[in-house]
């Protein structure tokens, strides 16, 4: 089984600024099943990216992912308001997926 | 508009059973695959088990295997979710998934069903 590791854990940030969240696969993932989703506090998890690099319907576009292999990165190029929440990575390989342990964005 | 809307969730006895059902509307159910996948309180998100869009392929999470059973209902627009021999460690919500197409992430999810095991 594919393990995902996100770092870090926490981010602390002020809005305007830029996040980067990084996700790590312990083995190469192919990068059209890999995706991000934004989870707000009682809310179920929203789509952002596929594909690694590819915006879900209605995403906004300081919204971006990239990577191959083993290394992806979103990248929310201005912080808004609401986009203070945690942040999964989740891949698909051979009949299963599997998600990182998110990274909390949090204002500073 | 995509909905999905699960329900069945409760508090059940460790060893019990419960049957969460997922209703869709707003796509046509029958071409797409569909997934249940589970949030424990505080924690990250777990993919529980998979079923095709015509139910002839079916993938469990090792951690269920053996005690959940997916089901789809194409008629009824409707996906199921049997849970036997229930753990505590099986409490979480229970989210409703739709798959997307080719790239296979979960485009669509529902509110999600609260299950309590305890006694």
């Known amino acids: 089984e594919i393990v995902l590791t996100q770092s870090p854990g926490t981010l602390p940030l002020s809005p305007g600024e830029r996040a980067t969240l990084s996700c790590r696969a312990s083995?190469?993932?192919?990068?059209?099943?890999l995706a991000w989703y934004q989870q707000k506090p009682g809310q179920a998890p929203r789509l952002l990216i596929y594909g690694a690099s590819s915006r879900a319907t209605g995403i906004p576009d300081r919204f971006s992912g990239s990577g191959s292999g083993t290394d992806f990165t979103l990248t929310i190029s201005r912080l808004e308001p609401e986009d203070f929440a945690v942040y999964y990575c989740q891949q698909y390989g051979t009949s299963s997926w599997t998600f990182g342990q998110g990274t909390k964005v949090e204002i500073k | 508009e995509v909905q999905l809307v699960e329900s069945g969730g409760g508090l059940v006895q460790p060893g019990g059973s419960l049957r969460l059902s997922c209703a869709a509307s707003g796509f046509t159910f029958s071409y797409y695959a569909m997934s249940w996948v589970r949030q424990a309180p505080g924690k990250g998100l777990e993919w529980v088990s998979y079923?095709?869009?015509?139910?002839?392929?079916?993938y469990y999470a090792d951690s269920v295997k053996g005690r959940f059973t997916i089901s789809r209902d194409n008629a009824k627009n409707s996906l199921y979710l049997q849970l036997n021999s229930l753990r505590a460690e099986d409490t979480a919500v229970y989210y409703c998934t739709r798959l997307m197409t080719g790239f296979l992430p979960f485009d669509y999810w529902g509110q999600g069903t609260l299950v309590t095991v305890s006694s």
């Open positions: 083995q190469s993932v192919s990068s059209s099943y």
């Open positions: 079923i095709s869009s015509s139910g002839n392929t079916i």
